[in-house]
């Protein structure tokens, strides 16, 4: 009887402690949400609440000759101007099956995304944030890297079907 009251404990323990991974998993994810959220509305000042002050952007790919490249993209000033500046047709950014590791204040978040603009396609890839939790207790991006091509995309028919 011991034994399965002990073993009982042990599962009531790790259901606990999962919802409390959840529940922080969940937190990780607002500034993500928050920042597709910005980008489909146009709002410069949503997406700039979700980054810290110093912000690294980069898109791995291939060069022009087909060799492995890395780009490091615009400052988060010039980001921010793209996205508040008006533009006919609304950014969708759209993720799925998204993966999240917490290590105290570090979270790094991996995920397939697609984009569109308005209800045209554009480009998927994987998007890897890298997020930091300060002192008032929420996260922030710190550096946002993506792969992007054109075909070969695997988008959820659920997804692509939003978009037609």
Request: glycine share 10%.
């Amino acid at each position: 009887m011991k034994r399965i009251l002990g073993g009982i404990g042990l599962l009531m323990g790790s259901i606990c402690s999962l919802g409390q991974t959840l529940d922080e998993r969940a937190e990780v994810m607002k500034p993500i949400d928050q920042l597709f959220n910005g980008m489909k509305l146009g709002d410069s000042s949503i997406v700039h609440a979700t980054f810290t002050k110093k912000v690294s952007m980069a898109t791995i790919g291939l060069s022009k000759d087909g060799k492995p490249s890395i780009r490091f993209e615009s400052t988060l000033d010039e980001f921010l101007k793209a996205v508040g500046t008006p533009h006919p047709d609304v950014w969708n950014e759209v993720i799925w099956d998204t993966k999240i590791e917490i290590d105290g204040s570090l979270a790094q978040a991996w995920a397939p995304y697609a984009f569109y603009v308005g209800k045209k396609f554009s480009h998927c890839g994987v998007d890897a944030f890298q997020l930091f939790k300060g002192a008032e207790g929420t996260w922030k991006i710190f550096q946002l890297s993506d792969t992007r091509q054109k075909e070969g995309c695997q988008v959820p028919t659920k997804i692509s079907e939003q978009f037609k």
